[in-house]
C-alpha cells in the first residue's frame, strides 16, 4: 500500500516569512494529492490539490509542487500570516486503483511567530 | 450548515462497552469514508462506502469494528467491546465521487477508560 512521509514534523516562520512543507510517497501509481490544514480542535479542510498531470497549482498564497519521478510534493504558503498557524496534512492517493482511501502524513505543525 | 455532521461530539465510554456513532454526509455525496485520528497523527484510513455498498476495509478495522450505510445516506461505525486503544477521534469524510475531494465532519472523540 501508499506510505506517506511529511516533514518538518514543526516548522516555526516569522510572520511574512515563506514555508514550505515536504511529502513524499512510496506507490508510482499515485495520482492525487491533496493538503488539508486542521486547526485545533476543528476537522481537517482541503486547502489545495494537485493531480499527477500537472507539476505545479496555485492558489492566492498557497502553492503545490509535483516531482513524479522523485515522487515528492511540497506545500508552500508565501507571505505568512498568524492565521496560518495550525497542523497540515499532505495525502496521496491512487483514484484509479482498487484502494480508494487517501493516505496521510504525520502532519506538520506551522508555528507563525509575531 | 450542509457540512458533514456527526453525532456525538464526545462519547466516554468503559473499556467492554459498545458504542455507535453517526455521520450525516453532505446530501449530495455518494461516496463515505471513515478515519480514525490519534493525537499528533494523521487521519488513518479504515473503510468507505459508495452508496450503501462498503467497497473498502483497512486492516485496522479489526472484527469488532463494522459500519453500515443502510440506504446510502447516513451511515453508523459500531464498536464493540471496546479497548483501551480504541480511544481516537473518529472522523467521518463525503465526497462526490472516487475523484473529488473529501469534506471532513468535526469527529467524534471517543475516550475509552
Known amino acids: 500500500g501508499e506510505n506517506v512521509e511529511q516533514h518538518p514534523s514543526t516548522l516555526s516562520v516569522q510572520e511574512g516569512d515563506s514555508a514550505v512543507i515536504k511529502c513524499t510517497y512510496s506507490?508510482?501509481?499515485?495520482?492525487?494529492f491533496p493538503w488539508y490544514k486542521q486547526e485545533l480542535g476543528k476537522r481537517p479542510q482541503l486547502i489545495i490539490d494537485?493531480?499527477?498531470?500537472?507539476g505545479e497549482k496555485k492558489d492566492q498564497r498557497i502553492a503545490v509542487t509535483l516531482n513524479k519521478t522523485a515522487k515528492h510534493f511540497s506545500l508552500h504558503i508565501t507571505e505568512t500570516q498568524p492565521e496560518d498557524s495550525a497542523v497540515y496534512f499532505c495525502a496521496g492517493k491512487n483514484s484509479g486503483g482498487g484502494a480508494d482511501g487517501l493516505t496521510f502524513g504525520k502532519g506538520t505543525h506551522l508555528i507563525i511567530q509575531p | 450548515d450542509t457540512g458533514v455532521s456527526q453525532d456525538p461530539r464526545h462519547k466516554i465510554t468503559k473499556r467492554g462497552q459498545n458504542v455507535t456513532f453517526r455521520c450525516d454526509p453532505i446530501?449530495?455525496?455518494?461516496?463515505l469514508y471513515w478515519y480514525r485520528q490519534t493525537l499528533g497523527q494523521g487521519p488513518e484510513f479504515l473503510t468507505y462506502f459508495q452508496n450503501e455498498a462498503q467497497l473498502e476495509k483497512s486492516r485496522l478495522l479489526s472484527d469488532r469494528f463494522s459500519a453500515e450505510r443502510p440506504k446510502g445516506s447516513f451511515s453508523t461505525l459500531e464498536i464493540q467491546r471496546t479497548e483501551q486503544g480504541d480511544s481516537a477521534m473518529y472522523l467521518c469524510a463525503s465526497s462526490v465521487g472516487a475523484n473529488s475531494p473529501l469534506h471532513f465532519g468535526n469527529g467524534t472523540r471517543l475516550t475509552v477508560t
Open positions: 446530501s449530495e455525496h455518494n461516496r
Open positions: 494537485i493531480r499527477s498531470n500537472v
Open positions: 506507490d508510482s501509481a499515485s495520482n492525487y
